[in-house]
């Protein structure tokens, strides 16, 4: 069985642009996690999907962070514009019902 | 509000000893834990889980974690340690009723040879 994918593995980009994140959960998982760890540290819950409703946000800056989940399936986060202080790895998970979360690789993202 | 700490941030232990890591949790009801490892560059994988039932649960590559409601507990434990158990160390917990999964701030693991 296929485990959680994520794209890009690494992301270098200069501050002000655009980024995206791709993540495509474990077949028929219907939560969708996306975490933000910062180098030694835990991961940070920014947004969970209870199938394609973002059912808790309270933590995703929403001035620049975005995120869709079209369909219950993938799901993609996008921050713009990208500053310093978003340099971080982002992390996806999936999970069944009360389940623990399985993650993906993550995407490493350098903003210069 | 539910939330994990893990009141180590290094542990250092000798190949062949056993290793305890450490971790307490605060959580509205009964808790669903977790422990996760990660190694450098990779995401983090699932260990073991406590849900319900017998407080010593079993997980992969011999960890194990003993659940202590009274003290609200949950401590990951291995009798004897390899060189190749050093990594990253998360403690995780599950609100039953917000159904966030929570993680607390890591614990390196340093098994000396």
């Known amino acids: 069985e296929a485990g959680v994918v994520q794209s890009p593995r690494y992301k270098i980009i200069e501050k002000k642009q655009p980024v995206a994140f791709w993540c495509n959960p474990i077949s028929g998982h219907n939560t969708l996690y996306w975490y933000r760890q910062n180098l030694g540290q835990g991961p940070e819950l920014l947004i969970r999907y209870e199938n394609e409703e973002a059912v808790d946000d309270s933590q995703l800056p929403k001035d620049r962070f975005s995120a869709e989940r079209l369909k219950g399936v993938d799901s993609t986060l996008k921050i713009q514009p990208a500053e310093l202080g978003d340099s971080a790895v982002y992390l996806c998970a999936s999970s069944p019902p009360r389940g623990e979360a399985f993650f993906g690789q993550g995407t490493r993202l350098t903003v210069v | 509000a539910q939330s994990v700490a893990q009141p180590e941030d290094q542990v250092n232990v000798a190949e062949g000893n056993p290793l305890t890591v450490k971790c307490t949790y605060s959580v509205s009801g009964n808790p669903y834990l977790f422990w996760y490892v990660q190694y450098p560059n990779r995401g983090l994988q699932f260990l073991l889980k406590y849900i319900t039932g017998d407080n010593l649960v079993k997980g992969s590559y011999g960890f194990e974690a003993e659940f202590n409601k009274s003290q609200t507990s949950f401590h990951l434990k291995k009798p004897s340690a390899l060189v190749s158990d050093s990594a990253l160390y998360f403690c995780?917990?599950?609100?039953?009723?917000?159904?966030?999964?929570?993680f607390g701030k890591g614990t390196r693991l340093h098994i000396l040879p």
């Open positions: 995780a917990v599950r609100d039953m009723r917000g159904d966030k999964i929570i």
